[in-house]
Every structure is written in C-alpha cells, then in structure tokens.
Nanobody
Framework: QVQLVESGGGLVQPGGSLTLSCKAS????????MRWYRQAPGMERDFVAS???????QYADSVKDRFTMSRDGAKNTVYLQMSSLKPEDTAVYYC?????????WGQGTQVTVSS
C-alpha cells in the first residue's frame, strides 16, 4: 500500500505564497503520474496539477501561471509552489498517485487564504 503524506499547508494572506510537499513511501518514478487536487467546503474535488513519469506538467486553468509542480526523486517527494494566492484557492489539497488503475490518495493538507 503506497502512502502519500502531504505537508506545508497553513494560513496565508491574499497575494502570498506557500509550498506544499507530498512524500511518497516508494520511488515516485514507479508511478504513471502524481497529481494535486483540492476540495473546498461543499464542493467537488478538483484537479489542480499533475506531473507524469517523463516530467511533463499540466495545470488547471485557474492556477496556470501561479502554481508550479515539481519533484525530487532523491526524496520521493513532489511539490506544489503556489504564489499570488487568492481567497478562492482556500481548500484541502490532496496528493494523488497512480500505477495504471491503482490509485492512492494522501490525507490532505488545509490551505486557507485570508486577510
């Protein structure tokens, strides 16, 4: 069973920055992709960003040019650098990985953007 542990969430003012981390219990290059999703209260869980085994990244339109996903294979960790944060970015952020149809989710980390 793959374990994904997110960290780095917290309270930040609008316009601020925050970096989330997701550490995997195994080699991240075993996964077809790793992704970040987020879920605001009363809303569905939405895609935020992904990185595939080849290193290609994709982003939701709402975060493009503000968020950057990266990885460190030596640490089995992926990151989500978030800048120019807006109140609407407030959500629980979840890390996801998959090997074909086998999916794994982290427990989530809360990000609150508020003055």
């Amino acid at each position: 069973q793959v374990q994904l542990v997110e960290s780095g969430g917290g309270l930040v003012q609008p316009g601020g920055s925050l970096t989330l981390s997701c550490k995997a219990s195994e080699n991240i290059f075993n996964f077809n992709s790793m992704r970040w999703y987020r879920q605001a209260p009363g809303m569905e869980r939405d895609f935020v960003a992904s990185i595939n085994v080849g290193g290609k990244t994709q982003y939701a339109d709402s975060v493009k040019d503000r968020f950057t996903m990266s990885r460190d294979g030596a640490k089995n960790t992926v990151y989500l650098q978030m800048s120019s944060l807006k109140p609407e970015d407030t959500a629980v952020y979840y890390c996801f990985s998959n090997i074909l149809s086998r999916e794994n989710w982290g427990q989530g980390t809360q990000v609150t953007v508020s003055s």
